[in-house]
């Protein structure tokens, strides 16, 4: 057994015995390093660079276990098959889980791969860091990526994916598996709060944050993002996780393929494949999306990974192919570079020399992706620093970027009702403050933290709650108690001036956390109903990653959607609810009102449909939220009123604060199409932008859209054709200011 205590820590490269390789020279340009040591490398090497493994199959019982580095199992792994890349999943992290030790665990890998590795390349590590380096103790939590999406602020987004850069690198992995770039449409689908938005637009422009956040983040180590999940994977058809999902092409080129484009847009260096089906063909297996789309179209130069063993899923599950090696070409050969596999699988390797012997694989391609792979190492310059200073980490990492997270959660919450002012809540008052999410860790963080499906039990997460949030920002002369029993809350609050109940979800990841019912809970529901019935003013602050369906619960005085705030979550709460922050999240999806209503979105396209609830007809619209003061949106001009589909549009709207405290304002713009030849939803969001503004404060803001925005695909229910922007009228709107324009 290696124990990762007694490795020690050495800067040496080993680019510096340069013995004139080409592929050994840092500067020699990446694509003369690649086919360099391309010809040098052995079949079974080149495979094992498409091979990426958990890093439980080098411990303990080479599988599940965890444990101590065990030597027969990297020497299998890292020396005998080579292998590419090691990853840690949703919390498979050392035992003692400190950034120090992740540092040391990652560099222990890489010491047994490059000292076992006869050309001494190196592995690349990733890790599923999706709000903050999530599974490392200690490390400040941001909000998941539905509140990011909230803030409407992809600048915000961009500083929380460079802090996470920050801690990946300063722990040794130089791969993210960030972001999400799928849409929330289905309010039962258990991944809903990884995406930021149900609209492609906002969604696209958070993802391109945090890919440049993430890549350009200046510190330390280079880190690769992963745009994920390539493509469609939001769309299970009844809301279950991994269900194959049916589309349109008009839907899929529409709707779910911009928001990738402008995360691949932004430079992304890799990709992740969608686990799901899309119209019948697994993604994995898909030539049309991987290659065709990906490729061709975008002309996307990184690397392509394969989702958790679903190269395996082809045979296993989609049964596409009849046994591993046929998986493995039909993966490959549709445009999957990279495996990633589970600790349990021991025969990829074989089955993938099998597959290029026999010829399912080409030679060609197989070059192709492992060249991918290598490019990837060298643009990382893993060749030239495949260490971390051990030594650093902890400090990189600890309680960093708090302020950060507290202004990240802080603009992600967004205040839904308000009625008779009864926030923010006024100082020397009396406040009770209950529900289940009022004092948990686990709850305001979610899945994806320490643990796969959220803080694993016993384990304490530095952090404010809600509850101590409140307490330690009260003002002077509150009086803040937190009654944890439902029914003395009830009591307590007979007494009280304002009830704060802070309701919402468990933690959850993937299928776990689907939900047929996306609503609060009927306990949950009960005792909201029960307090509200003391006459009391009562808030209720919604801590999900999803909207939930109120019922009883649904008529409180105050209404604050909180999301999954994350580490900070408690004092942004706290910030808001006093008033020492003015609310400016808006609701970056729909909040339905009714169970059943699921997929609820915004841009529903219209119909015959008369039935209750058949329309949009949410309790909260997407793009819905309040603040402390008032604003008027007004006089949208557009800067001219004949266009060309490859013009960019330019817009000026005025904006005002009529009220009296200084805001953050979220300008959206929407277009519609008084006639179109195929439907189009009744708006869409264009363009957005947010703006401070000081009381009486009034400014004209200019925003821009390339007219392509406007593009659907023509033709009739087969329609698949390239999407373009018809010829006709438009209607701009902002606030309740419209302009029109003509598209010749
Ligand atoms: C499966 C998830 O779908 C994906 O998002 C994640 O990055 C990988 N597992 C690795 O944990």
Redesign the pocket.
Known sequence: MITTACVGFTVTSPAAADKGEVYLRANAPVQARVQDLLKRMTLDEKVGQLEQIAVNRLLGDCTWSGGDFNEACMKQVLADEATGSI?S??GMGPKSNTPKDWAIMINTVQRYALEHSRLRVPIVYGV?AVHGHNNVLGATIFPHQIGLGAAWNPALTGATAESTQRAVAATGATWN?APVADLARDQRWGRYYETYSEDPLLAGENAAAAVRGLENGRSGRKVASSV??FAGYSEPSNGHDRVPGDMSMRYLQDTILPSYKAAVDAGALTV?VN?GAVNGVPAHASHYLLTDVLRNQWRFKGVVIS??NDVLSLQRAYHVVNDYPGAIAAAVNAGVDMA?LPPDDRTFHASAVDAVKRGLISQKRLDEAVGRVLWLKFTLGLFEHPYVDESKADAAVLGTDKDLARKAATESMVLLRNTGGVLPLAAGKRIVVTGPSADSMANQTGGWTIGWQGIPAGVTVPGTTIAQGLKAGAPAGTDVAYVPDGAEAVNRAKSADAVVVVVGEKPGA?GESDSPRPELAADQQQLVASLQATGVPVVLVVVSGRPLVLGAAGNTAGLLAAWLPGTEGGNAVADLLYGKANPSGRLPVSWPKNLGNEPMYYQQLPGTNGGPDSGYSPAFAFGAGLSYTSYTIGNLTANRSQIRPGDTVGVDVTVANTGSRAGDLVVPVYVSQPVSAVLVPAKRLVAFTRVTLAPGQSRTVHLTFPASRLAVTPGDVNGAGAPRVEAGSYQLSAGDSTATFTVR
């Open positions: 990853l999943g949703g599923d598996f994920k999940h992740m686990s989702d958790w990633m993937e």
